[in-house]
């Protein structure tokens, strides 16, 4: 009884928004995904000026930039009905 409660309890808590997905699915998704592309981005960069100074100095701007373009486009897709 006790265990069909709480699992009852962490069911709500995973249902997702009325838009598909709940902000904070959006912003792990985010994170994770610029760790990803920023290191890629390190390595180009490192491969293309040869400095490590230079490659991070662009990781990090396009760490911060595409991480806050990227969520609004995630919550933007979450709204659209088409393919789900």
């Known amino acids: 009884m006790i265990i069909d409660l709480f699992y009852k309890a962490e069911k709500q808590k995973q249902t997702s928004s009325k838009n598909g997905e709940k902000v904070s699915r959006s912003l792990i998704k985010t994170i994770s995904w610029r760790l990803i592309g920023t290191l890629d981005t ?42 789900k």
Request: glycine share 8%; charged share 15%; hydrophobic share 55%.
């Open 42 to 83: 390190i390595v180009i960069s490192y491969l293309i000026t040869g400095t490590l100074e230079m490659a991070f100095s662009i990781g990090m701007v396009e760490l911060f930039t595409k991480m806050i373009l990227y969520f609004f486009h995630e919550r933007a897709w979450s709204k659209i009905k088409w393919g």
